[in-house]
């Protein structure tokens, strides 16, 4: 039941949306991973100024917030989320090429995006043609794959502070290192992005993009829900015992089940939801599985997935789950 303190955040967030707020929101329906219990509030701005609004109606107040793309980079817990979820997703997806440049908002789908400048012969970002999450979150992670990152051709981002100030910044503002920016770990929200790109031929960038994509489909599961790369890789562990997915495969753990959650038989670094896994069967996974490889090689795998606990805490997914399974 909506409570008294709620009603009156509601009718805030519904009067900077154009009513765009919703309670008791299933999270599952809306994950990558189709996992998640109730979110207690869920808003979806369609602008960069109406999503400034909702960080000022947040600013100073209890409840937790999250800003979400397309959660592909996110396990959400079973029990819920007892905050507000700001979806920064299919509202925020305009788009426009102004020359070797496109501006675009930071709800964009990433192989839209990539399609798009693709289809137009401007080259650069066709490595991020097979990633499913918004182009807000990869700018946020410096996302990408064949080593590039989508940084490279950030020019500006423009953010919302946790105030709900507009503010620009610039590249070199960004800080953007391998799977990291400034932008992490601060309540700051990716609004829009201006992004530069190399003239090219367009039937080579297509089919480039054709080729990941079949690569992609090769190595990677697609038909059951995942979040992607479950660890991160790390340079060193790289050099000696290999990627995650070969560490993790060497240990025999490809196929593990626990629940309806599994490591996937085909990408050991792939947790698979056969339908009805909890956030606790993908914790019990990750715990077992960085255990195990830790005990073989000496190297303690961390998490890329993020999990967002019920009050709000949203730490590298490893973290939770040792706390939770410390001795698996
Ligand atoms: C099948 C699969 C394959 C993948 N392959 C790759 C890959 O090859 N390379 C790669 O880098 N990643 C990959 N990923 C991971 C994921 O797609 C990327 O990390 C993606 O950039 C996350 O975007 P998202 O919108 O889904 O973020 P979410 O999961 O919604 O959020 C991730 C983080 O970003 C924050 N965030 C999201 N949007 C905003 C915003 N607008 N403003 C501020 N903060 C925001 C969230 O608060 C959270 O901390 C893959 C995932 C899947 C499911």
Redesign the pocket.
């Known amino acids: 039941m909506t409570t008294g303190p709620d009603r009156a955040l509601i009718a805030a967030l519904a009067d900077a949306t154009g009513g765009h707020v919703a309670t008791d929101v299933p999270l599952a329906p809306l994950s990558?991973w189709r996992i998640g219990g109730l979110a207690r509030i869920y808003v979806e701005p369609s602008s960069a100024e109406e999503a400034a609004a909702v960080m000022a109606i947040m600013h100073g107040r209890p409840e937790p917030l999250?800003?979400?793309?397309?959660?592909?980079?996110?396990l959400f817990d079973s029990a819920g989320f007892d905050g507000v979820v700001v979806r920064?997703g299919r509202r925020m997806a305009n788009m426009r090429l102004e020359g070797a440049q496109a501006w675009a908002q930071?709800?964009i789908w990433?192989p839209r995006f990539a399609r798009r400048i693709g289809c137009s012969g401007l080259t650069g970002i066709e490595h991020t043609i097979?990633?499913?999450?918004?182009l807000?979150?990869?700018i946020?992670?410096n996302?990408?794959?064949q080593r590039k990152g989508i940084g490279l051709n950030v020019v500006s981002v423009r953010c919302a502070d946790s105030e709900g100030r507009l503010f620009e910044l610039t590249h070199s503002e960004c800080g953007f290192a391998y799977?990291s920016s400034t932008?992490q770990g601060q309540r700051?929200?990716?609004?829009e992005a201006r992004l530069e790109f190399e003239r090219g031929d367009s039937a080579a960038i297509r089919r480039e993009m054709l080729g990941i994509l079949r690569s992609r489909r090769l190595k990677?599961p697609q038909k059951l829900p995942?979040?992607?790369?479950t660890f991160l890789s790390d340079p060193k562990m790289y050099s000696s015992v290999g990627p995650p997915g070969q560490a993790l495969e060497s240990a025999g753990l490809k196929g593990l089940r626990r629940g309806d959650a599994q490591i996937s038989p085909m990408h050991a670094n792939f947790i698979v939801n056969h339908g009805n896994a909890s956030s606790s069967d993908v914790l019990w996974l990750i715990a077992h599985a960085r255990n195990l490889v830790e005990q073989r090689t000496g190297y303690a795998m961390d998490c890329?997935v993020?999990h967002l606990a019920p009050d709000g805490a949203?730490r590298p997914a490893h973290e939770p789950a040792l706390h939770l399974f410390a001795n698996q």
Do not use: K, Q
């Open positions: 990558r999250f800003l979400m793309g397309d959660s592909s980079n996110t920064i930071a709800g990433v097979g990633i499913p999450g918004t807000g979150g990869l946020l992670m996302g990408g794959s799977r932008l700051t929200a990716i609004l990677f995942n979040c992607g790369s890329e993020r949203l």
